[in-house]
């Protein structure tokens, strides 16, 4: 079933489709990377979902795996992309910034070297929100992603460029980071998946750091067996990272549905707030797991309003403190001719960041600052733990779900400029979103329908929410909605 | 709990944070920030007397590895995208001088 499809790379509806026609020899890794590049030449100059293309070393990867050389890994000869603020020795980490607008990594980050080291090829990398900070796109330094679906429309953020990559097929999957919405929003405005895993489920070593006790890297696919696969090639302890998670993911079969499933419902995510179409969306969902003979329990998370206010302290703190090695000095922007060694680090920084950076910059180096610490910063820590606490106790005690069902956000993609001038109307958009970062949970956003607006369709997100470290089961659910529902094979009609 | 934020705190932290910011910058900062800081004084209303801070996910505690010898960065690699350099170090501008401007 593929509605308004204009025609998917090669024909093939997923990446192991695709990966299994090169390991048999139907496709070659050259045919498949020139489809893809083709693809990207088409629309990405309209769309701006790529930053950066790496036609010549794609190429040439593509000839090493048709000579064999990644016969038998998990992705060989798989396209896919990297989103802008994961390092790579190929082009420029800029992290969408004139901050690091010529910075060449002399390393690569272990997730985007656990993908090559698979076999994947890495087209190119995304576009984002200048240093992940956003929820549209709109902060990029470099020009705004468009929402394939309807091109008046942001993609979400701030991997937006990775999600609008995946919708509009330039890439067979792409990497995201989510630090509090940041894969599962833009997936769901785009109309894909995308799965944020338990933090440190995946080495953030070689990720340029956001908020560090937050910021974990997750994949965007067109099915959940795909973003099963990117998951387990990906995950893993990383001695690189000394907050990485102990242990490596073991196999397990996404086919198989989970028995005596309890799906948590959160009283407190029905708000006036949310589209109509987002709650429709919702009780379509309830209604899949219902059939498929889950139980159905009411859940109380009485904190969920708490967690935009200790997000955007616990982040910004973060980020102000994980900013401050931009100074001009050792890599990145210089401004020129400072009066002195201070100015150079004021010039630099405030010709190198963009507004949205400054504000939050701002705002953390405020909420940690003297009188102001315990107000702010240590208050937001204990109102964390207390957020941390309902999930426990609807994942733990008495309610005993398995997972707990939700909106992805408020609602489908806006329009370009709606929220620019109004930080705050931006940060509400993660409402559904940032509490599983503050936890650590395991949380996925999928395809649950649509909606119809200024006459274009408009896709909407439903997101389950799994205990830390339990993505087999996560991802074993999303694959019961998926099967049930058909919607992650819908595709945007790209009139671009 | 606090005082709304004013124009003076908002370019004492821009000084914090080493950031020059420009008296319209200051003033649209300020409202921004006034309104967000609104928004997370709802974090007032919830006792938290008693409550351990989480300031992370993980229950890890002194991740430390094998004291052996690796291979670390070249200092050629290290100082490749520097701005100025003066092998093999990071050059500045001159630090001890005519006194700060900030």
């Known amino acids: ?496 | 709990m606090t005082h709304p934020i004013t124009e003076a705190d908002v370019r004492h932290v821009a000084k914090l944070a080493r950031l020059h910011l420009s008296d319209q910058q200051v003033q649209r900062f300020t409202e921004q920030l006034a309104h967000v800081l609104e928004y997370v004084a709802k974090m007032d209303e919830l006792d938290v007397e008693g409550v351990e801070p989480m300031a992370h996910p993980l229950d890890l505690k002194n991740v430390l590895r094998d004291d052996r010898e690796v291979p670390g960065i070249d200092p050629g690699v290290a100082l490749s995208n520097a701005p100025q350099r003066d092998d093999p170090f990071f050059a500045v501008p001159k630090v001890i001088g005519d006194g700060p401007s900030a």
């Open chain 1, 1 to 496: 079933m593929r509605l308004e499809c204009d025609g998917m790379a090669l024909g093939c509806n997923s990446l192991i489709e695709l990966r299994d026609a090169i390991a048999t020899g139907k496709v070659s890794a050259v045919d498949a990377v020139r489809a893809y590049l083709d693809r990207i030449e088409r629309y990405n100059k309209k769309l701006f979902a790529f930053r950066e293309v790496y036609a010549d070393s794609a190429l040439a990867r593509a000839r090493q795996v048709d000579a064999g050389e990644s016969r038998g890994r998990a992705l060989a000869g798989v396209p896919v992309a990297i989103k802008d603020c994961m390092c790579s020795t190929e082009g420029t980490t800029a992290c969408s910034s004139r901050m690091l607008a010529n910075y060449r990594s002399p390393f690569t980050a272990t997730a985007v070297q656990k993908l090559i080291d698979a076999g994947a090829i890495v087209l190119g990398r995304t576009n984002m929100d200048e240093f992940a900070m956003g929820s549209s796109t709109e902060h990029s330094a470099f020009g705004r992603t468009l929402n394939p679906w309807n091109t008046d429309c942001v993609p979400g953020g701030s991997s937006g460029g990775s999600a609008a990559a995946v919708a509009a097929d330039l890439c067979a999957a792409a990497l995201g980071s989510d630090t509090g919405g940041s894969i599962r929003q833009p997936a769901a405005l785009c109309g894909v998946i995308g799965l944020k895993p338990t933090y440190g489920r995946v080495s953030r070593y070689g990720l340029v750091a956001f908020a560090s006790s937050l910021d974990q890297i997750g994949p965007f696919a067109r099915t959940i067996p795909d973003a099963a696969l990117m998951l387990s090639v990906i995950a893993g302890h990383d001695p690189l990272d000394s907050t990485s998670a102990p242990g490596n993911m073991d196999a397990f079969d996404v086919e198989q549905p989970v028995q005596n499933l309890r799906i948590g419902i959160p009283a407190q995510y029905r708000s006036d707030a949310n589209h109509p179409a987002v709650s429709a969306a919702w009780d379509e969902a309830i209604a899949v797991y219902q059939d498929a003979g889950a139980k159905i329990v009411e859940v109380e998370l009485p904190h969920t309003e708490y967690g935009i206010p200790v997000y955007y302290i616990v982040a910004t703190a973060e980020a102000s403190s994980n900013l401050a090695r931009y100074d001009g000095v050792h890599y990145g922007h210089r401004a020129q001719n400072p009066a002195d060694l201070i100015d150079l680090y004021c010039k630099s920084r405030s010709e190198g960041f963009g507004d949205e950076v400054k504000r939050r910059i701002m705002l953390g180096t405020y909420a940690l600052s003297s009188g102001y610490y315990d107000a702010y910063y240590n208050r937001a820590l204990k109102v964390r733990r207390l957020i941390k606490q309902d999930f426990d106790n609807a994942f733990f005690q008495g309610r005993g779900c398995d997972a707990i069902l939700c909106p992805s956000t408020p609602g489908p993609a806006f329009k370009f400029g709606e929220k620019m001038d109004d930080p705050l109307a931006m940060y509400l958009n993660d409402v559904y979103t940032v509490n599983s970062n503050l936890a650590g949970n395991a949380s996925i956003s999928l395809p649950g329908g649509f909606v119809e607006i200024d006459g274009k369709r408009l896709p909407l997100g439903v997101q389950l929410i799994c205990p830390a470290f339990e993505e087999a089961k996560l991802l074993r659910i999303a694959r019961m909605h998926e099967k049930a529902t058909g919607y992650t094979q819908h595709r945007p009609p790209l009139d671009v």
